[in-house]
């Protein structure tokens, strides 16, 4: 039985886009993790925008569930059709931990008819081989997981934050932590 998900949120605040999405090598204290999704349905070889929105991992004893797994939930009891074909896009705070990335694998390989991507501004707990495992599933399972670099932290700012018609503003450091955590990202897919 699922637990109770919430919906997902329309949007963030900037505060929280700029902490929870900031591409650092060791991020302290960041025991969130958050997902911005889009959902489009795919007509005849083009894609229609579709749902949008942002879930946040739930972290009470009762509904405990990462970002990922809230998803998955609120997707299959609200959304999926087998009768449409759907191209689903995340930006998440942290690449999934290994029990996320065994279920969204499982889950594309029932549901041929959802192609997901992924964009992570961090990677999570990297260093160890069953999160480098998860990783490569994803990979393997048709799953493109990449890490999130100016255009697409410029993209979640636009779409996902309520950002009173400001500008995105990249901090000190974005460019070269990208190249970082992009070549380490490349290292465990190998």
Excluded at 14 to 21: A, K, N
Excluded at 35 to 47: D, Q
Excluded at 89 to 108: H, M, N
Excluded at 109 to 123: E, F, Q, W
Aim: glycine residues 4%; charged residues 25%; hydrophobic residues 35%.
């Amino acid at each position: 039985m699922n637990p109770h998900i919430r919906n997902p949120m329309e949007a963030m605040y900037p505060g929280t886009f700029y902490f929870h999405f900031k591409n650092l090598w060791e991020a302290d204290n960041r025991n969130e993790s958050w997902l911005c999704f889009a959902v489009e349905v795919i007509k005849h070889h083009s894609t229609v925008s579709w749902k949008r929105g942002v879930f946040r991992n739930q972290v009470d004893p009762e509904t405990h569930c990462h970002a990922e797994k809230c998803f998955l939930s609120w997707f299959c009891d609200n959304t999926l059709s087998p009768k449409k074909n759907y191209q689903v896009t995340w930006y998440t705070s942290w690449s999934p931990c290994p029990e996320c990335a065994r279920e969204v694998a499982k889950f594309l390989a029932r549901h041929s008819n959802v192609m997901l991507t992924i964009y992570t501004a961090r990677l999570y707990y990297s260093q160890y081989p069953n999160y480098q495992e998860g990783l490569r599933r994803l990979n393997e399972e048709g799953v493109p997981v990449e890490i999130m670099d100016y255009e697409d932290f410029k993209y979640c700012w636009e779409n996902f934050v309520y950002n009173g018609d400001e500008p995105f503003k990249p901090w000190k450091g974005l460019k070269y932590n990208f190249l970082f955590l992009d070549s380490k990202l490349q290292e465990i897919l190998e």
